[in-house]
Structures are given as C-alpha cells and as structure tokens.
C-alpha cells in the first residue's frame, strides 16, 4: 500500500491547515490510520489515530485543536490542523496498518509543515 500526503506548507500562527492522506487501495482494508510527526532534532510522536469503526484518539498537545477523519469512500484520511501554533512545525507522516495484530504497516514520505510566530 502507498500512502501520498499532501497540504503541508507555511502558515502563520493561529491559522489552519488540513493535511490528506490517500492510499493506493481501499481503506476499508485497513485498520488503524494516524499521523506523526517529528520536529528537528526530536522523535517522531503520535498526533492523531483514528480506528477502522471510526473512534478516534489524539495527544494531549493537540487535543481540541486538530481533527482526524477517514474518508473510505475517497481512501483518504485527513488532519484538520486548527489554532497552529509554531511548536507544531515538523514534518507530518501517515501511517496506516492491516492485517492480524497490525503485522502490515505502511508509512508516507512525509509532508512538511511550518508555523511562523
């Protein structure tokens, strides 16, 4: 499976973003689909998780700010990035899982995001 994201880029803060992220098949097979990301010099974290039934979990940095959703219909998965704040600036990944017991992760090429204060 290849995951593509796009809608990255440089915004001020305080503004919004919303990052997609479309798989090569239907979602519908997939399990867990998130989005990390990983600043400069840090680890890659956990953003946003959204469950194959829909339920959805984020990092308390984020919380009340970003929203992710799942389009099976159009095998995308979204990020609404609201209320950006510089500290967000990194490079955002899509992850997504198949299989028993998530044996199968797939991963995108990243996209950068950039909040100027």
């Known amino acids: 499976v290849q995951l593509v994201e796009s809608g990255g880029g440089l915004v001020q803060a305080g503004g919004s973003l919303r990052l997609s992220c479309t798989a090569s098949?239907?979602?519908?097979?997939?399990?867990?689909m998130r989005w990390y990301r990983q600043a400069p010099g840090k680890k890659r974290e956990l953003v946003a998780s959204?469950?194959?039934?829909?339920?959805?979990d984020y990092a308390d940095s984020v919380n009340g700010r970003f929203t992710i959703s799942r389009d099976n219909a159009k095998n995308t998965v979204y990020l609404q990035m609201d209320s950006l704040k510089p500290e967000d600036t990194a490079v955002y990944y899509c992850?997504?899982?198949?299989?028993?017991?998530?044996?199968?992760?797939?991963w995108g090429q990243g996209t950068q995001v950039t909040v100027s204060s």
């Open positions: 992850y997504a899982d198949a299989g028993i017991a998530a044996t199968l992760v797939y």
């Open positions: 098949r239907s979602t519908l097979t997939l399990n867990r």
């Open positions: 959204i469950s194959s039934g829909g339920s959805t």
